[in-house]
């Protein structure tokens, strides 16, 4: 009965600790390189990344763009199926008054549209420039450390 007891203590205390490890807040620590060269070689990498995040999102304006005249389409479809599916649950209507066999199993059919979504998942908002701009700093000399600054363990 004691080990369950201690069992079940270590168990607690293992979730406790994994459930504030995921709440941990990073940050980047650029250290910049020594000499003129270094520096230069910086701004260099800065302007990179301004190119970088331009082309990023002139990218993810022409994805979303495209998404949203996607979407137009979808939902002029789905605006004529709604319109053709009142037609035919008004035509229901009048069939189901009638006793007619064959007219009833024509009837009995029915049909759906799904609602259209806009879809930007295939749209990149990270085209990797942080990445790209951090390598170009350390090949400058200078150094990037990702630090922990609250609800470190």
Not at 7 to 12: A, E, H, Q, R, T
Not at 60 to 86: E, I, P, V, W
Not at 111 to 118: E, H, W, Y
């Amino acid at each position: 009965m004691k080990l369950s007891k201690v069992l079940f203590l270590v168990v607690i205390s293992i979730i406790a600790s994994s459930m504030s490890v995921g709440c941990a807040v990073l940050e980047k620590r650029y250290t910049p390189p020594h000499g003129e060269q270094g520096k230069n070689c910086v701004r260099q990498c800065g302007k990179q990344q301004q190119t970088c995040k331009s082309r990023c999102d002139k990218n993810y304006q022409a994805c979303t763009g495209q998404a949203q005249q996607k979407f137009d389409q979808n939902k002029k479809a789905y605006d004529a199926d709604s319109q053709r599916l009142a037609t035919d649950a008004r035509a229901k209507e009048e069939c189901s008054s009638h006793k007619n066999f064959f007219k009833k199993l024509v009837c009995e059919s029915s049909a759906t549209s799904p609602k259209p979504q806009l879809d930007t998942s295939g749209c990149d908002k990270d085209c990797g420039c942080i990445n790209d701009y951090d390598f170009c700093w350390t090949q400058c000399g200078g150094t990037v450390k990702q630090e922990c600054v609250a609800n470190c363990k």
